[in-house]
């Protein structure tokens, strides 16, 4: 059964029309009331915001259309304040205590009473409640909650992180009370039901500093056509985490594990995410197991899921895998004979699986991914490439083809659950693609039912071309966001009709869910959601809007978790680049705006901003058909790919910015990464230069060979004169 929304396209609100919603500041002043689907957003001008902050809920009425159908809107009403600790560094000016937010969509400083500095120093990072919201007229007043550290402190950046995107890292009291009760061991009772599958030759594959191990594979041959076994057992969570128990709210509240460079906030407790739902080696577990018959062209022909209790035989990395398959008789393998057997069959079945994924026509584009390295106090060591190799993309096969399973197993019973949905490029984002394509010398004709081969097609075309990651990225980036959902609408960008989230329930609740489902529909039941009932139409229709609910809850938080392990990335590459002010870098332009060309540094892999004011003395275009910044006097351009000299000129580390100017090195200095530099590659500098020095001499040509204006007013008089010499 494939479920459809039956939401309508969303109107704009007609003027006058009053709006609620949830008020969304801009670090410009202005701001938008959120209108969740119903219509295009709200726009606040900035001096209504005076009176509001970012996150309360309000009331607004729109005053304006715009030629453009966009309605601009005047605050009414301050339904809600936000109650929630604001996070800012504190400062003393001329005598009066103010918080500057750490968050930039907050406009206002906080005015802080010297009886609520809590002790703490100017400088500090600390949290703040208000006492009194903001007026009209008046600064919104508060009092120091918590003191988070002096701006230099190591992990701050995490602590500000937690508290600025309001990421619930502290478990309760109940929750780490029902954790400490559970046993430290399997019991017997426990393994009722269960298959026995302890001897089997299971193994996890995972990173180097990965803690919790919530997938193990095996595979062996099947059939006389040269197929596949492939088994995928997954932690069974469910078995522990009940609906509406303690741990269970938590882990919706979280809805997913959080990663920041040196630090995890995990969704559930320790001792279950490292202990009891971790599949260690060498010891017992409980596993929830997609059992499938893969052919050799690559299709799962069958499949089956059943509880388990397994031992995982061993503990490998990526690094280790990938090493094995390379060498079947070097050190790695030596060490690992009596495994390579069952390497070499999962191998076998990721390739299988691979040409099925090429047959379908998945997108694979290849987008740069970094890794910071960190050192004992936090700070960046340095930025690597990410470099996936054969054991990433295995594992990652094997993950896909059960999460397959899952959806179809659900989806086949007409069971509600939640489903991984990403949908293709609106028509908008078509055009805007091509556009951009073009603007790059690719011309493409992509129709206007867009498939996913389509676009992979594109990738492979332009996999040889020195800015692949530039147009790869601007391939992913016409791609609609992925969401959980309860409407079935397939997955894009992996070209499949149905798909989910079956793999990983220690860190994402999606997949805990699916996994309760999965085990209901296996004792012959429905999982009902607490506090419902599976019967009736309309008890039916309740149930899929509870879906529909968690599914928009577990999508923000999912988002919410990425917004904030990027803000402490860019904390940490602030911090990197404040000890680099004055160096010069060879860079690509990895995007282009209005107000400047953005530029990711090359072996460093950091991106900042070379505003529109250092590109020149003159007025630069933007064409965003093009995606480019165009010199109106001398044409000069600057697109996506174009490679920079670029200079380290200012990081600001509350904002998040690091900001470059164009290198122009001085006469007999070197330059500080010359090395890095082709010497024969004139920089943007030189050749703007070298088109005024053109643009000059042109002039110098052209008045050569036309009279002056004084040499016209003097020509009669001349000839006068040789009229009188010759009489």
Not at 196 to 210: F, M, N, P, Y
Not at 391 to 398: C, D, G, V
Request: charged share 30%; hydrophobic share 40%.
């Amino acid at each position: 059964m494939k479920l459809t929304s039956a939401a309508e396209t969303p109107v704009a609100p007609g003027l006058l029309q009053e709006v609620s919603g949830i008020l969304q500041g801009h670090r410009d002043g202005h701001g938008f009331v959120l209108l969740q689907g119903q219509g295009p957003d709200l726009y606040i001008p900035s001096n209504e915001m005076r009176a509001a902050l970012h996150g309360d809920e309000v009331r607004a009425r729109v005053v304006r259309i715009d030629k453009r159908g966009r309605p601009e809107g005047r605050i009414l009403e301050i339904l809600n304040r936000r109650n929630r600790p604001l996070i800012g560094r504190l400062l003393l000016e001329s005598g009066v205590w103010l918080v500057a937010p750490e968050d930039k969509r907050l406009s206002q400083d906080i005015l802080i009473p010297k009886s609520g500095t809590a002790q703490a120093r100017p400088g500090q990072v600390v949290a703040v409640e208000l006492t009194e919201p903001p007026t009209l007229y008046a600064q919104p007043v508060g009092r120091i909650t918590e003191v988070l550290g002096d701006i230099d402190d190591p992990g701050l950046e995490i602590e500000i992180a937690v508290r600025k995107y309001e990421v619930p890292h502290v478990f309760s009291a109940e929750t780490l009370a029902q954790a400490g009760k559970l046993p430290e061991k399997l019991r017997a009772t426990d393994l009722k039901g269960r298959v026995d599958l302890r001897d089997v030759a299971l193994v996890t594959i995972d990173g180097e500093d990965a803690r919790d191990f919530d997938d193990a594979v095996y595979c062996e041959p099947h059939g006389r056509k040269g197929g596949w076994r492939l088994l995928v057992a997954i932690a069974d969570v469910s078995h522990y985490v009940k609906p509406g128990e303690a741990l269970d709210g938590d882990a919706f509240e979280r809805a997913t594990s959080v990663y920041f460079p040196r630090r995890v906030i995990p969704m559930l407790p320790e001792k279950l995410s490292n202990g009891l739902c971790s599949l260690n080696p060498e010891v017992e577990r409980l596993s929830l197991v997609c059992d499938m018959i893969v052919s050799a062209e690559g299709e799962t022909e069958a499949y089956q899921f059943y509880p388990a209790v397994i031992c995982s035989h061993a503990r490998f990395t990526y690094t280790e895998v990938a090493a094995i398959l390379a060498n079947t008789r070097g050190p790695e393998a030596q060490r690992r004979d009596e495994l390579v057997p069952h390497l070499l069959h999962l191998h076998g079945v990721y390739k299988a699986l691979l040409a099925a994924r090429a047959r379908r026509g998945a997108v694979d584009f290849d987008t740069p991914e970094t890794q910071i390295i960190c050192d004992e106090n936090g700070r960046i060591e340095r930025i690597v490439p990410r470099t996936r190799n054969e054991a990433h993309r295995l594992i990652e096969e094997a993950m896909l083809a059960a999460n397959v399973c899952a959806a179809q197993f659900i989806e086949q019973a007409e069971h509600p659950a939640l489903f991984r949905v990403h949908e293709g490029p609106t028509e908008e984002k078509r055009q805007t693609l091509m556009a951009a394509l073009r603007s790059l010398g690719i011309q493409a004709n992509l129709p206007e039912k867009l498939k996913p081969a389509d676009l992979q097609s594109l990738a492979q075309a332009t996999r040889e071309r020195p800015d692949a990651p530039q147009v790869h990225m601007l391939l992913l980036r016409s791609m609609q966001q992925a969401l959980y959902t309860p409407y079935n609408n397939g997955h894009f960008g992996l070209a499949y009709a149905a798909y989910t989230h079956f793999t990983s329930p220690i860190r994402r609740y999606p997949d805990l869910l699916v996994h309760r489902v999965i085990k209901s529909l296996l004792a012959g039941k429905r999982f009902v959601l607490s506090g419902g009932t599976a019967r009736g139409r309309q008890a039916q229709a309740a149930a899929l809007g509870a879906w529909e609910q968690i599914g928009l809850h577990c999508s923000a938080n999912e988002r919410r978790a990425d917004e904030a392990s990027r803000d402490v990335e860019a904390w940490l590459k602030c911090r990197y680049m404040r000890d680099r002010l004055g160096e010069d870098y060879l860079g690509q332009v990895t995007s282009v705006a209005p107000f400047g060309v953005f530029v990711q540094l090359e072996n460093l892999f950091v991106e900042g901003l070379v505003h529109v004011t250092e590109l020149g003395g003159e007025y630069f275009r933007f064409d965003e058909a093009r995606q480019e910044l165009r010199g109106e006097r001398t044409g000069i351009r600057y697109g996506l790919g174009a490679r920079l000299h670029v200079q380290v000129s200012r990081v600001d580390l509350d904002g998040r910015r690091i900001e470059f100017r164009l290198f122009q090195q001085a006469e007999g200095k070197p330059s500080s990464k010359s090395r890095a530099r082709d010497p024969a590659e004139p920089t943007a500098v030189q050749r703007l230069k070298e088109v005024e020095q053109e643009s000059r001499a042109l002039k110098r040509a052209r008045t050569e060979r036309t009279p002056s204006a004084e040499g016209r007013k003097a020509a009669p008089g001349a000839r006068k004169a040789a009229r009188k010499s010759r009489r």
